[in-house]
């Protein structure tokens, strides 16, 4: 069973940056599809960012610019580097690594806020 650890969350002003992780453990972690998600409240989760086996990467439109999605295999480490950061900004942010649909975990989340 995988495991996915996140950290990082914190509380930022507007236009500051944070770098968010995850650490990975159990799994083959260089097979997977690594990716952000996140979750405001009253909203659905949404994914933010992916990072493929070839270390290709896409964005969703509002984080695009802004957000960089990076790995490290050897640490089976993935990170969220966050800059400008904006109030709609502030959601849960969870990890999730992904091989097929049995072959795929989550972890429990770390906390973003921006305000001032």
């Known amino acids: 069973q995988g495991q996915l650890v996140e950290s990082g969350g914190d509380l930022v002003q507007p236009g500051g940056s944070l770098r968010l992780s995850c650490s990975a453990s159990?799994?083959?972690?260089?097979?997977?599809?690594m990716s952000w998600h996140r979750q405001a409240p009253g909203k659905q989760r949404e994914l933010v960012a992916r990072?493929?086996?070839?270390?290709?990467?896409d964005y969703s439109d509002s984080v695009k610019g802004r957000f960089t999605i990076s790995r490290d295999n050897p640490s089976d480490t993935v990170y969220l580097q966050m800059n400008k950061v904006q109030p709609e900004d502030t959601a849960t942010y969870y990890c999730?690594?992904?091989?097929?649909?049995?072959?795929?975990?989550w972890g429990q989340g770390t906390q973003f806020t921006v305000s001032s």
């Open positions: 999730n690594a992904h091989l097929s649909n049995i072959w795929d975990y």
């Open positions: 159990r799994i083959v972690f260089s097979l997977y599809v």
């Open positions: 990072i493929f086996t070839n270390s290709s990467t």
